[in-house]
């Protein structure tokens, strides 16, 4: 069987990056038994230095009026429900996010690395959890059987060096690189996803390919 390696930049207050990974997964769904893909998060922090606020507040600072914000969030609430997913904006903030992804980059096993990711989304997006706060986030890795965490150290270098990588392709999240050739930037359909997948299963090609969508920087978020 085939392997394919994608890597995943995004960021766990970046509204359209849970979006993203559902759709990624769908595609990786209907590939069935086709290849083995294998998911390695990279770090990318939107809000580096920021100290917590209302995910409200932060759209309105971003967009620039209340009615801005509020068209954002109807998109963003629209795109999420199409996935299943549940945006309450009400309870959800807005910040740096270094010590979720010191938590993910220490978590040994990679498959475990994803499910923590997953977590944090629903604990952050949904659920109104503190993943700002090293207690929750050392809780959530125990929930999902995160015992062993190694690396706290080299971590934060880890998270630069994936930060660099992404800001040298000149692009935003979330942003997926299929095998070190193929990039998928944004909350793609996810036949887009199965596409690009496909194509690099079938190696139709060794030039890079790249597919942009709606995305976020540090500067904001397109709709």
């Not at 998109?75 to 999420?80: N, P």
């Not at 220490?106 to 952050?124: F, K, M, N, S």
């Not at 890795?141 to 971590?155: N, Q, R």
Request: aromatic share 8%.
């Amino acid at each position: 069987m085939k392997k394919i390696t994608v890597e995943v930049w995004s960021d766990f207050v970046c509204p359209w990056c849970w979006i993203a990974k559902k759709r990624l997964e769908q595609a990786i769904d209907a590939l069935g038994d086709q290849v083995e893909v294998e998911i390695v998060p990279r770090a990318y922090r939107l809000a580096k230095g920021m100290s917590p606020i209302p995910f409200k507040e932060a759209l309105v600072q971003k967009t620039g009026s209340q009615g801005r914000a509020d068209v954002f969030m109807r998109a963003i609430r629209g795109a999420a429900s199409r996935e299943g997913l549940d945006y309450r904006f009400d309870v959800m903030r807005f910040g740096d996010t270094s010590a979720a992804h010191q938590y993910v980059k220490a978590i040994a096993d990679p498959a475990l690395q994803v499910r923590y990711v997953e977590r944090l989304y629903l604990a952050g997006t949904t659920e109104g959890k503190d993943i700002f706060n090293a207690r929750v986030l050392r809780d959530l890795a125990i929930e999902i059987g995160a015992t062993d965490l190694i690396g706290f150290d080299s971590a934060e270098a880890a998270i630069l060096s994936d930060e660099t990588a992404v800001s040298s392709l000149g692009t935003g999240i979330p942003l997926f690189v299929i095998n070190g050739n193929r990039y998928i930037s944004g909350a793609q359909e996810p036949a887009v996803f199965t596409k690009v997948l496909r194509a690099a299963i079938e190696e139709l090609s060794s030039d890079e390919e790249a597919i942009s969508a709606t995305s976020c920087s540090i500067s904001g978020c397109s709709h």
